[in-house]
């Protein structure tokens, strides 16, 4: 296949012939290896829960052996796909928590409380006493009520607390408020085994309910501590694609997901002993640089540069220039290790829940996080004399990151009052319509990067402000698209001019998938400024993931529709074609009950288009759309042109 219809991504297509031309497999390779997919798996219409089967439903057969229908059986599969993407972001959630306790008590001494003020807000939310003690006292109690939000025996998330008023009143009519992770996950097994729930609106409710629990909790405890622990980003510039490698240097790459292990690479990658042992072996430096979602971490906080996305991680390596791959958590593809083996880069696994035969692993304890780096480091600078070729594509693109929502917050308001009221205005004003979250994954299925990167532009062109997160960040990244001044000539007249104004770029790299929560929390404070409703629903806002892959991704698109937003899927991603009743609900009946919905539609373009037409009938309801008196300048006017 010509790599061009696999990756839109130019150093990716030059490193998929590299590799096709070796005789190496990637994830394209074996995605054609696997045509044709089982049109069953497709529709969500197989269940092999129980020993009576596996069934799946045919027009010959109807029901499983346990009489299930079709329904029972795609709304199950949905539910325990949703519940293992929330065990995922919510067991990163727990070892942060674990970690910023453990620096909280002195266990953890290479770690420390780095946002005070963040602090601060944390334990005023949690009821912590501040007055008269040290951060790492207050932080203590706050990592206590933390952690014990993942398994607490009563009660709701406390971070659910944050969601606007209505919005908590409908989760609480619906019985949905999320109680412990834990607690939802389990009961989210427990209901889909076999003989338990048998009604996909009951099902699809607790679907609701245990991705609630990640959105507005594990994964918001993950991006909040995170924020206390290593700093809350604010914008920096970085670089992404395969051309921040360096032919010259020790290249290391961290994959995964958790900055517990990246944050220390990052640090000891600085270690001047070890710098000058990379020098005594030939190399100029050491260069740190990531992908997936740890990247995007560190590129929020520190600046260091993103070698690639989801799809990127194999390509990577067959570049001959990386000594060392370290990887935590979630989305390292096993195939890593074939294409490790061509070359003489170490691939290192380091959490003790994510080990890969034959790869050699380094458990890192948070208790000895620094010389477990540095052991890596050193590995890596060893590794430097083994080199064969290498290959290093040129692209590479300069991009701003570090959008968390504070930092949105005080750059829309400036120094002396940080508020969203110059974006509530000026959508209020259609200088911008809406806002939209482009988030998730790179599959094979699809050209890589296309679809996030079409809609971005097809989105901002309409002047609507657009927040990326995870593998989609990275591919607007690539092409350019976090880099403000070519985002900006890309923008329609409004959104221009306002950026330009408040000086934000019209797409915002907000950050890894966890935190998605940051666009949670940008939307409450939309509704909280005032003028766009009371509710989440009520906003022009949307959610879209064209190229979506992990279980994670239905998650953190359940959690937004049962927030009420509008959320866009790929038709062939969306495993419930098979039921027309869990279709009809998910894609509209839902909507009555959640103020948010599904939609399917695998054309940027048109997902686009579909977009629009959302955000302009919520404008509508709002009365914003109407003709307004002529005026010279209101007071959004002049805020939109006061340039600092
Ligand atoms: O959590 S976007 S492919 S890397 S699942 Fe994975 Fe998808 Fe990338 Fe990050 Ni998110
Ligand atoms: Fe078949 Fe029912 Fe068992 Fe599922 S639970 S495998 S449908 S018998």
Same mark, same amino acid.
């Given at each position: ?16 012939a ?5 005789g ?34 045919t ?6 052996v ?28 727990r ?12 266990e ?10 963040k ?14 003690r040290?951060?790492?006292e ?7 009520i ?21 919005r ?11 109680r ?21 609106k *009951? #099902?699809?409710? !607790?679907?609701?309910?245990?991705? +609630? ?5 594990? =994964?918001?405890?993950?991006? /909040? $501590? ?24 020790? *290249? #290391?790459?961290? !994959?995964?997901?958790?900055?517990? +292990? ?5 640090? =000891?990658?600085?270690?001047? /002993? $070890? ?24 590129l929020?906080?520190?600046g ?17 220039a ?42 890192m ?16 600078i ?13 692209q ?81 990244g ?30 915002l ?40 892959v ?67 009938s ?7 759309n ?11 006017d ?7």
């Amino acid at each position: 296949m010509d790599p061009k219809e696999r990756s839109t991504d130019k150093a990716a297509q030059e490193m998929i012939a590299r590799m096709a031309k070796a005789g190496q497999e990637n994830a394209w390779d074996r995605l054609a290896a696997q045509m044709p997919q089982c049109g069953f798996g497709k529709q969500g219409v197989c269940c092999r829960i129980c020993a009576m089967g596996p069934c799946r439903i045919t027009k010959k057969a109807s029901l499983g052996v346990c009489g299930a229908d079709v329904d029972t059986i795609v709304s199950r599969n949905f539910l325990r796909a949703i519940a293992a993407g929330v065990s995922a972001h919510s067991d990163h959630g727990r070892t942060v928590a674990e970690v910023f306790l453990a620096t909280a008590k002195g266990e953890a001494g290479d770690y420390q409380i780095k946002d005070v003020t963040k602090l601060h807000k944390l334990a005023q939310e949690f009821g912590v006493k501040v007055d008269g003690r040290s951060p790492n006292e207050i932080a203590v109690d706050i990592g206590e009520i933390a952690l014990a939000e993942f398994g607490k025996a009563e009660g709701t998330q406390l971070m659910a607390r944050r969601a606007p008023e209505p919005r908590k009143a409908i989760w609480d009519k619906l019985g949905i408020t999320p109680r412990a992770v834990d607690r939802e996950v389990t009961e989210s097994l427990h209901r889909s085994t076999m003989g338990v729930d048998q009604d996909y609106k *009951n #099902i699809l409710l !607790h679907a609701s309910r245990v991705a +609630l629990a990640d959105g507005w909790g594990g =994964a918001m405890l993950a991006t /909040e $501590l995170q924020d206390v622990l290593f700093g809350t980003p604010y914008p920096g510039r970085g670089e992404v694609n395969m051309g921040v490698l360096q032919k010259d240097q020790v *290249n #290391i790459i961290v !994959h995964g997901h958790e900055p517990i +292990l990246s944050e220390m690479i990052a640090a =000891a990658s600085q270690d001047k /002993e $070890l710098l000058a042992e990379a020098k005594k072996v030939g190399a100029k430096g050491i260069n740190v640089a990531g992908t997936c979602c740890t990247a995007n971490e560190l590129l929020m906080r520190h600046g260091i540069p993103i070698a690639g996305n989801f799809l990127n991680q194999e390509l990577v390596v067959a570049t001959g220039a990386i000594e060392l791959m370290a990887v935590d958590v979630q989305c390292v593809m096993q195939g890593l290790t074939n294409v490790a083996k061509c070359y003489h880069t170490k691939l290192v696994t380091t959490a003790d829940k994510a080990k890969i035969p034959g790869v050699e692993h380094v458990s890192m304890d948070e208790r000895n996080a620094l010389n477990t780096a540095k052991d890596l480091v050193k590995m890596a600078i060893d590794n430097f004399k083994n080199r064969g070729e290498v290959y290093i594509p040129k692209q590479k693109s300069a991009a701003v990151g570090g959008f968390s929502f504070e930092s949105i917050n005080y750059m829309l308001g400036g120094r002396y009052r940080a508020s969203f009221r110059p974006l509530n205005d000026n959508i209020i004003n259609g200088r911008i319509r809406g806002v939209v979250g482009i988030v998730g994954c790179t599959n094979p299925k699809i050209p890589q990067d296309l679809t996030h990167t079409t809609l971005t532009k097809e989105l901002i062109k309409r002047d609507v402000l657009v927040l990326t997160t995870g593998c989609a960040t990275i591919a607007c990244g690539k092409q350019g698209l976090a880099n403000p001044r070519d985002a900006l000539d890309l923008a329609g007249p409004g959104l221009r001019e306002v950026c330009e104004a408040v000086g934000i770029p019209p797409v915002l790299a907000c950050g890894s998938c966890v935190d998605n929560t940051r666009l949670l929390v940008s939307c409450t404070e939309l509704v909280r400024e005032g003028g766009l409703g009371d509710d989440i629903s009520e906003l022009p806002v949307a959610g879209a993931c064209l190229e979506s892959v992990s279980e994670k991704a239905y998650a953190i698109g359940q959690y937004f529709v049962a927030s009420g937003a509008l959320v866009v899927f790929a038709k062939e991603i969306m495993p419930i074609s098979g039921s027309q009743n869990v279709s009809d609900y998910l894609f509209g009946g839902i909507e009555k009950d959640l103020g948010g919905k599904w939609a399917v539609e695998s054309d940027p373009v048109k997902a686009a288009e579909l977009i629009l037409a959302h955000i302009e009938s919520k404008r509508d309801t709002l009365g914003i759309n109407k003709e307004k008196e002529r005026k010279l300048y209101d007071m959004a006017d002049r805020r939109a042109l006061s340039v600092e």
